[in-house]
């Protein structure tokens, strides 16, 4: 989940209507949020020296590798911009991402409901709703549902569904929707929104 808290540290900074993407290049802060989450999410076998090293080659794909003196003062701005960061979210790391809602559910399918399912139906399930997850960063959905993460797991599984065409089973039941402790408003506002994203990019 490196990535995705990344993603989420830049959301968290750029949503600061004093950090405008004028004034705070969107490269340096986007390497500095990367090297921030593989600290807080413990990512091993990457160095602040790899970080710099491969920030600076996607930047410029025709460059050379930075030399000494450049890395050096990338690493420099690396610090500030972790910094900065860690002011403009006040020192506040932890993020909790919808995934695991996604994947909570899903194990609970398959212990109570693994008749109901053939097995392809729930591995496409969990793809296709862990799509949209994945897809959903890239709007500001992060940041609208901070404090709300399973709304956005939700919303994904349903619309997962929907595609797939299948009924997402229940107790006793029930509409699913009504089980789940969720608005069925936010569910179809988040849902609109991620498909949103695929008509503006014409997928």
Known sequence: MTTATAIVYCHRFYIDDNHSFKDYDKYDISTAALYLAIKVEETGGISMNDI???SHKIRDVNSSFPNDEIREKKKASLRRNEIMI????????????????LLYYINTVQELFAGQFVDTELRNLTQIAWDFLNDSLKTTLCIQYYNRPKYIAYAS?????MILKIDLPTENGENWLDTINVPAGEIEKIGEQIMDLYSEYNI
């Open 157 to 161: 599984i349903y619309l997962a569904s």
């Open 86 to 101: 860690l002011n403009g979210m006040r020192f506040n790391m932890k993020i909790e991402h919808p995934h695991k809602y």
């Open 52 to 54: 710099v090293k491969y």
